[in-house]
């Protein structure tokens, strides 16, 4: 493995690691925490660009919204007294739930957006709360919605790009606002089957205000529920609701089956984790993250 | 992995670290692995396993964090402390979470063993004192086939009373010179 690389870099700014990854034409690998790069083995690969000294890891506050550098690693995250206040704590159950302790320490947040899987536990959470990636090429910065650099993630549009970034301007907070993330693995320290993430707006009178469902490893790339929030806002969330709308995510993804789990299961467990994810932000005691 | 195919048209590259408390500088290949150069230069406890990231039996300590060295290319590892399990017992004494292994029957083949005590080590100069919740959850990256979970638990929950005994024992003796 990595037989054929020439030269390992540990640019330390932004602007250095894009010149060596245009010289590298196509050649270049980013590395970050490595845990999806040594593990996909890419014998083609002849210059690596080590992005962990580059001055991206960071969780800062940025007027209203709260930004988090691409090389911050999961048990950054997860320790992080800001994060853990953030959407009460979606964010950290999402990252402790990627990977063990020793995986844990290496991952980092850009590297399960760069990599574009669909079972990439962080996007549903970042989905759910809106969040957008600064991207950097040779022209210059650009911000773009996750879901829109999702979607290409594994196409080659961002082949010369780095993510620099990821923002997440300041969700609702208050008393009716609650939070989930749910997650199916084979065990505990597993890629998803299924995960899902919900984040629900209550009024004062028990009525759907905000709402927002995401679902990964159940389509091409992580994906927001656009009908099932348009059914419920506006209504009071009972059984019937729920049982509604476990039924319109099923419809909406469109899983395939692979050596984790059958598109039957997954589809099944997208209504039962999603049922799972509202019923725990509207418990009376509020969610329990 | 190294010079299989000719050591000739392999790059290398200068590897400044320091291992096991000694302060070394190694020639590398820009692309091997921590866990073969570790291997390469002796240190046979980090053991070889899936080299996917899934077993845990290559953990390592860097900069007192575990990671799994199959996963962290040597470069990476520039300028910085790492800890493998040939490095935990001092001067031939072994770490109470060694003894605790031993004690409690949580080493069968062994070959798990060196990746959970550096883990458990890590675990417990974080939090002296952890939940059998989290000792799990510290162990929960490390596979074994022959012992279980179990004794592995007990041994660190152990570990970790035996460290509290031995710093109550010494705290009144600070608490006076204070
Ligand atoms: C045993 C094991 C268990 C795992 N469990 C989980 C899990 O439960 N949930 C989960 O979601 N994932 C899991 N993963 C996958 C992986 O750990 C995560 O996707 C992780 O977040 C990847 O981050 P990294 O820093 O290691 O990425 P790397 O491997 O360094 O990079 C991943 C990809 O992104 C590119 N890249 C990295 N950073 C940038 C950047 N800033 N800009 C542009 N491109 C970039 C790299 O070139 C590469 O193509 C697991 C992996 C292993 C080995
Ligand atoms: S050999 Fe590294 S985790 Fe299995
Ligand atoms: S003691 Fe043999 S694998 Fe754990």
Same mark, same amino acid.
């Not at chain 1, 923002?167 to 609702?172: E, H, M, Q």
């Given at each position: 493995?990595?037989?054929?690389?020439?030269a390992f870099y540990r640019p330390a700014n932004v602007r250095e690691a894009l010149?060596?990854?245009?010289?590298?034409?196509?050649?270049?690998?980013?590395?970050?925490?490595?845990?999806?790069?040594?593990?996909?083995?890419?014998?083609?690969?002849?210059?690596?660009?080590?992005?962990?000294?580059?001055?991206?890891?960071?969780?800062?506050?940025?007027?209203?919204?709260?930004?988090?550098?691409?090389?911050?690693?999961?048990?950054?995250?997860?320790?992080?007294?800001?994060?853990?206040?953030?959407?009460?704590?979606?964010?950290?159950?999402?990252?402790?739930?990627?990977?063990?302790?020793?995986?844990?320490?290496?991952?980092?947040?850009?590297?399960?957006?760069?990599?574009?899987?669909?079972?990439?536990?962080?996007?549903?959470?970042?989905?759910?709360?809106?969040?957008?990636?600064?991207?950097?090429? /040779?022209?210059?910065?650009? #911000?773009? =919605?996750? @879901? !829109?650099?999702?979607?290409?993630? +594994?196409?080659?549009?961002? *082949?010369?790009?780095?993510?620099?970034?990821?923002?997440?301007?300041?969700?609702?907070?208050?008393?009716?606002?609650?939070?989930?993330?749910?997650?199916?693995?084979?065990?505990?320290?597993?890629?998803?089957?299924?995960?899902?993430?919900?984040?629900?707006?209550?009024?004062?009178?028990?009525?759907?205000?905000?709402?927002?469902?995401?679902?990964?490893?159940? /389509?091409?790339?992580?994906? #927001?529920? =656009?009908? @099932? !929030?348009?059914?419920?806002?506006? +209504?009071?969330?009972?059984? *019937?609701?729920?049982?509604?709308?476990?039924?319109?995510?099923?419809?909406?993804?469109?899983?395939?089956?692979?050596?984790?789990?059958?598109?039957?299961?997954?589809?099944?467990?997208?209504?039962?984790?999603?049922?799972?994810?509202?019923?725990?932000?509207?418990?009376?005691?509020?969610?329990?993250? | 992995?190294?010079?299989?195919?000719?050591?000739?048209?392999?790059?290398?590259?200068?590897?400044?670290?320091?291992?096991?408390?000694?302060?070394?500088?190694?020639?590398?290949?820009?692309?091997?692995?921590?866990?073969?150069?570790?291997?390469?230069?002796?240190?046979?406890?980090?053991?070889?396993?899936?080299?996917?990231?899934?077993?845990?039996?290559?953990?390592?300590?860097?900069?007192?964090?575990?990671?799994?060295?199959?996963?962290?290319?040597?470069?990476?590892?520039?300028?910085?402390?790492?800890?493998?399990?040939?490095?935990?017992?001092?001067?031939?004494?072994?770490?109470?979470?060694?003894?605790?292994?031993?004690?409690?029957?949580?080493?069968?083949?062994?070959?798990?063993?060196?990746?959970?005590?550096?883990?458990?080590?890590?675990?417990?100069?974080?939090?002296?004192?952890?939940?059998?919740?989290?000792?799990?959850?510290?162990?929960?990256?490390?596979?074994?086939?022959?012992?279980?979970?179990?004794?592995?638990?007990?041994?660190?929950?152990?570990?970790?009373?035996?460290?509290?005994?031995?710093?109550?024992?010494?705290?009144?003796?600070?608490?006076?010179?204070?």
């Amino acid at each position: 493995m990595f037989d054929k690389v020439e030269a390992f870099y540990r640019p330390a700014n932004v602007r250095e690691a894009l010149r060596l990854l245009q010289s590298g034409k196509g050649q270049a690998r980013v590395v970050a925490g490595g845990t999806d790069v040594v593990v996909d083995g890419d014998d083609s690969v002849r210059f690596l660009i080590d992005i962990t000294h580059a001055g991206l890891s960071y969780i800062r506050r940025r007027g209203t919204a709260s930004v988090i550098g691409a090389t911050t690693t999961m048990a950054e995250l997860e320790a992080s007294p800001q994060i853990q206040s953030l959407a009460g704590g979606l964010l950290c159950k999402a990252a402790h739930s990627c990977g063990s302790m020793p995986i844990r320490n290496l991952a980092t947040l850009g590297g399960n957006m760069a990599n574009g899987s669909p079972a990439a536990d962080m996007a549903t959470p970042l989905l759910v709360l809106d969040a957008a990636v600064v991207m950097a090429d /040779a022209k210059g910065r650009r #911000r773009l =919605p996750l @879901a !829109e650099y999702l979607g290409n993630a +594994r196409s080659n549009r961002y *082949a010369r790009s780095l993510v620099v970034e990821i923002v997440i301007p300041d969700p609702p907070r208050g008393k009716g606002c609650r939070w989930s993330f749910q997650k199916l693995g084979r065990t505990a320290v597993d890629i998803s089957l299924v995960n899902v993430s919900a984040g629900l707006h209550l009024d004062s009178r028990g009525r759907v205000k905000w709402v927002r469902i995401a679902l990964g490893s159940v /389509a091409p790339a992580p994906m #927001r529920a =656009p009908g @099932a !929030e348009q059914r419920m806002t506006g +209504r009071i969330l009972d059984q *019937a609701l729920l049982a509604e709308i476990g039924a319109e995510v099923a419809r909406e993804v469109s899983p395939i089956s692979d050596a984790r789990a059958s598109a039957e299961y997954r589809r099944e467990i997208c209504s039962v984790l999603t049922r799972r994810a509202l019923e725990e932000c509207s418990a009376p005691a509020g969610c329990s993250l | 992995m190294f010079g299989s195919r000719g050591v000739f048209a392999m790059k290398t590259m200068e590897l400044h670290l320091t291992v096991n408390g000694q302060s070394l500088n190694w020639s590398i290949a820009p692309g091997e692995l921590l866990l073969d150069v570790l291997r390469r230069q002796g240190y046979f406890g980090v053991k070889r396993g899936c080299e996917k990231g899934e077993c845990g039996a290559c953990a390592v300590l860097v900069d007192g964090k575990p990671i799994n060295s199959c996963l962290m290319f040597a470069a990476q590892a520039e300028g910085r402390h790492v800890l493998t399990i040939e490095g935990v017992a001092i001067d031939g004494k072994l770490d109470p979470v060694q003894e605790a292994f031993l004690d409690h029957g949580a080493v069968q083949c062994g070959f798990c063993t060196p990746g959970m005590v550096i883990s458990a080590k890590a675990l417990l100069d974080r939090r002296p004192d952890p939940t059998e919740d989290e000792v799990r959850e510290a162990l929960a990256g490390h596979l074994c086939r022959c012992t279980g979970y179990l004794k592995p638990v007990e041994a660190v929950l152990a570990a970790a009373s035996k460290r509290k005994n031995r710093a109550r024992r010494v705290k009144p003796l600070t608490e006076v010179s204070r």
